[in-house]
């Protein structure tokens, strides 16, 4: 499977680094791009210092990881940018507030904005996982357009019912029900009734 991951400034750093390696495990292909404030978000709550260089987070941020090719966030060359391009699946996670209401106008800034906006287009799977609490209207109206235009929105509110004992195991409930909006088959949580 080919999937497009893109990380913007919302809060959720464990979330986007726990999807990533699990896209490796399920043998994806994936190409990440992050934004100037996914960066920041990446290097404060994963490795404690907002002011690392975009170029040592994403290394860390990709690590081991098997299959990924890291664009540049302004990079139209990259095949995200077309519907052309054969792309299975894209996903925002975190996706901020900025990129709800972004793509809800239909407007681009950046190669995250158009891959999202290529996914809608074309049909395609698009998951957006959002962080942000409470929301004002502005955001749940935001929230609606792209629903309605056929994103899959998937907060990142874990569930408790599966017996979490760690805060891993609330992120991995998390990116679990992404995987299965992909149809990636996973165990990183407990099934209900299982």
Same mark, same amino acid.
């Given at each position: 499977?080919?999937?497009?991951?893109?990380?913007?400034?919302?809060?959720?750093?464990?979330?986007?680094?726990? =999807?990533?390696?699990?896209?490796?495990?399920?043998?994806?292909?994936?190409?990440?791009?992050?934004?100037?404030?996914?960066?920041?978000?990446?290097?404060?709550?994963?490795?404690?210092?907002?002011?690392?260089?975009?170029?040592?987070?994403?290394?860390?941020?990709?690590?081991?990881?098997?299959?990924?090719?890291?664009?540049?966030?302004?990079?139209?060359?990259?095949?995200?940018?077309?519907?052309?391009?054969?792309?299975?699946?894209?996903?925002?996670?975190?996706?901020?507030?900025?990129?709800?209401?972004?793509?809800?106008?239909?407007?681009?800034?950046?190669?995250?904005?158009?891959?999202?906006?290529?996914?809608?287009?074309?049909?395609?799977?698009?998951?957006?996982?959002?962080?942000?609490?409470?929301?004002?209207?502005?955001?749940?109206?935001?929230?609606?357009? =792209?629903?309605?235009?056929?994103?899959?929105? =998937?907060?990142?509110?874990?569930?408790?019912?599966?017996?979490?004992?760690?805060?891993?195991?609330?992120?991995?409930?998390?990116?679990?029900?992404?995987?299965?909006? =992909?149809?990636?088959?996973?165990?990183?949580?407990?099934?209900?009734?299982?």
């Amino acid at each position: 499977m080919h999937v497009f991951l893109g990380v913007t400034g919302a809060s959720g750093a464990p979330y986007a680094a726990r =999807l990533l390696r699990a896209l490796g495990d399920a043998g994806c292909e994936v190409g990440l791009t992050a934004s100037a404030a996914g960066v920041e978000v990446l290097a404060t709550e994963l490795y404690g210092d907002p002011t690392l260089e975009r170029s040592d987070v994403l290394r860390r941020f990709v690590g081991a990881t098997p299959n990924v090719s890291v664009y540049a966030v302004n990079d139209y060359k990259a095949p995200y940018a077309s519907g052309s391009a054969k792309v299975d699946a894209y996903v925002v996670c975190p996706c901020s507030m900025s990129t709800v209401g972004t793509l809800a106008a239909g407007a681009m800034a950046n190669l995250i904005h158009r891959a999202a906006s290529v996914a809608l287009k074309e049909g395609r799977k698009l998951v957006l996982v959002p962080r942000e609490t409470p929301l004002s209207s502005i955001h749940l109206n935001g929230l609606a357009t =792209l629903q309605t235009a056929g994103a899959t929105i =998937l907060f990142a509110a874990p569930g408790f019912y599966h017996g979490a004992q760690t805060m891993e195991d609330l992120v991995d409930f998390v990116v679990a029900r992404i995987l299965d909006q =992909l149809g990636l088959d996973n165990s990183l949580m407990a099934r209900w009734g299982q």
